[in-house]
Structures are given as C-alpha cells and as structure tokens.
DNA sequence: CTAAATCTAACGAACGTTCGTTAGTTATAC
DNA sequence: GTATAACTAACGAACGTTCGTTAGATTTAG
C-alpha cells in the first residue's frame, strides 16, 4: 500500500522538521511521486499529519499497555526499570515516539486543539495504569509511601526527563549516566523508611 | 530602541511556531512596520533568531548562576528547591526560557550546529556548579551519596521533567503534585541512608 | 467472452498565496 | 545635512492545493 509509504516520509519529515518545516514535495520526493499524487491517497496535509499522528499514539499506546498487561505486579524493581528500559527501546526503534514528544509539547498552532485531546487520553490512561501498580505495591509493603499518586508522578518525571535526553543528542554515555542516577535515586526515595 | 521590540516579536512567534512556521510579515506587524523594515536593524531571519537565542542563553545562564552565587550552601533542602522554583518563575516570567527549551530540543535543521554549541556551553557550565555544590554537601555529611554526579544528574532530570510539565498545559495543579512529588522522593532518596 | 464502466494511481500545469530578500526612495532625528 | 530607519515596489522561489487527463487494472453487463 503507498498510503503507508507516504505516511511514514511523513511520519520522518514532521519529526525532523515539524509540522510547518516539512513539505508535501520533500515527502512525495522520499517515496517517489510528485506531491499533487498525495492528493490521492489525503486530502491534504492535515489529514496526513492527523492520521501520522493517530498511528503514532496507537503504536506507542498499545506498546505501553502490553508491557503492563505481560508484567506480574510483585517486582516492582524489575517492572519499573523494565518500563524505562522499554520506553527507551520504542524511541530508538521506530521514529513514532519522537514524532509523538515532539507534537505533544510543540504542536502546529492550527491542530493544537485536536493533539491535546490525543495527548490527555493516552496520558491519563498510563498514568491510571501506573497509580493503580503503585498502590497494590503499596498495599503489599514492597515500597514504602502514603498515597499511589506521589510515586506516580515522580515516576512519570523520570520518563519525561529520560525522552528528553533521548531527544537530545545521541550521547548514549550520558543517557545510560542519566537513566542510573534517576533510577538509583528514585529507587532508594520510595523503598526505603 | 526598535531592534529590541523586534526581538521580543521574534521571541514570541519563535516560541509558538518554531522557527519554520514563524514569519517575519508577522513579527513586523506585532511591532507595527513592515517586514522589509526589519531588515534596517538585522541581516535576515536567520540573524534575528540567532540573536534572540543568544539573548536567551544569556537570561538563562546569568540567572541560574546569579542564584547559586546566592545561596549559603549549608542549606540543601533549600537550596535546591528554591532552584525548581526558580526555573518554574523564569519560565512564567518570560518567554526566553520557553524558546530556549523549544530550540534546544527541536532546533531549525540547518542551525543545529550552531545551537548545540550554545546548549552544551550551558548544560555544562550548570552541570559543574551543581556537582561541585553536591561534592560540599556529600563533604558536610548533609545528604548521603559515594559520587556527586548521580544526585546532580538526577536532579538535572528534574528540572527537565518540570520544564516540560511547565511547556505542556497550563496545568497549574498538576505542576504542583508533580513537583512536590519529584522532590518529595527525590530529597528522601539522597538524604535517607 | 467480450465490451463497457469503474476504480486506482499517477501525472503536468497552473492556481493564488506567502515566503525571505533586495533595491530605490522618502521621512525622521540629531 | 548627514545618518538612520522607515517606506513602496518588486523579486524568484516555494508553499499547499485544484484541475483535467492518462494509463492500467478490476469489475460489471450483455
């Protein structure tokens, strides 16, 4: 299918150059065909960059949601290094995640309505998710803390900080440093009196 | 002076749009000229933008240093959340830390270069003051930790995940449970044993 | 089985608009 | 009266988009 094709040069093109740096014509160029055949398969560019945008909040979404349906909720070492870990692997595999980041904080003015929607929902469903492991470790004295919520934001800052390091440079010596120290302070901040 | 009334349009649209999607017809109309006129004061887009990036490097670093200029360095606790509420001000207060975020991390293509210097200059220099500050307190027995570079590097990590919570919404609740919750674990995991 | 109709995917050409930039001219200020 | 800073006018290039058309494959009808 060329949709798919067009989609992902679009998915590249919006990433590095966001949505007003990127042309129909240098994407059109990357799959082969002039822009006005894109017209074919979209109605224009918003539709392209809509539809980019859903595939990309699907990918990263189910990814999440099936790394905590496989995980068994009583190591919660294990499980949540294993998250940043994934979260790392989805944003050096595939460019979804970085197109993702990207359009979350920075979107094109004219869509920023539509993106906030799609951010909000995948946003609060992790975060449920992630609250709710939380509080059944909680419950089950393997870390120690009052309400779910605290280490829940805490950790949700620590994948924040480790998506912009990865956004940053390509400097794998000091994302590694960053993950260890973020990791090891957090760590030691919920599981111990 | 008019060039620094165009280099507070170039910093607003910048901010918004990005580079690419910012135009110069839209800041001389902010200042109340035409776009040809900016061209009396700057030697084309990529000099205006230049500039106000290195006046928002200049904000940036000269009010994180004049902070840790002030501080006693007795006081951790202090010291170091009065640092989150410092950068959570300069974000509100105005826009060149936003832009400096903005560009550090999504940087127009062919002024990548250019802008990671700028960026690594500061990163660097922020680095060394806060792992020296670290090594005092580690010194003092204040906080518990082997090297200064694991608390300096996870407390940089929370500073970005704030920077972004401070770009996403406006969300001023939930930059505060985030906040106290990224500091709440952060200070018992290096001052609890 | 063949002929007509429909669908798919691409094309060149052109649309109106905006972009950043340059040149030459006029007004303002010291 | 000279510089500075604004203006008008125009530039080539690129943008997203629409148009009419073509070539080939697939489906439908007789």
Do not use: C
């Not at 359009?103 to 995948?122: G, N, R």
């Not at 609060?124 to 998710?129: G, M």
């Not at 870390?143 to 994948?159: D, H, M, Q, R, S």
């Amino acid at each position: 299918m060329k949709s798919n094709e067009i989609k992902k040069a679009g998915l590249k093109y919006f990433t590095i150059h966001g949505y007003e740096g990127a042309s129909l014509s240098q994407i059109a160029e990357e799959v082969g065909i002039k822009k006005q055949s894109i017209y074919a398969h979209f109605k224009g560019k918003d539709d392209l960059f809509l539809q980019v945008l859903r595939d990309a909040k699907e990918a990263d979404l189910s990814s999440k949601l099936e790394y905590f349906s496989k995980i068994d909720s009583r190591n919660p070492e294990k499980d949540l290094y294993g998250f940043l870990q994934l979260v790392i692997d989805l944003f050096q595999k595939n460019e979804q995640l970085k197109f993702w980041l990207r359009m979350s904080f920075f979107p094109p003015a004219h869509l920023a309505e539509a993106i906030d929607k799609e951010v909000f929902d995948i946003e609060e469903k992790v975060q449920a998710i992630l609250e709710s492991k939380f509080q059944d470790w909680i419950d089950a004295k393997v870390i120690v803390e009052e309400v779910a919520k605290t280490p829940t934001l805490a950790f949700l800052g620590i994948v924040d900080s480790i998506m912009l390091e990865l956004v940053y440079g390509n400097d794998e010596k000091r994302l590694k440093d960053k993950l260890e120290a973020s990791w090891t302070v957090f760590w030691r901040g919920i599981s111990h009196p």
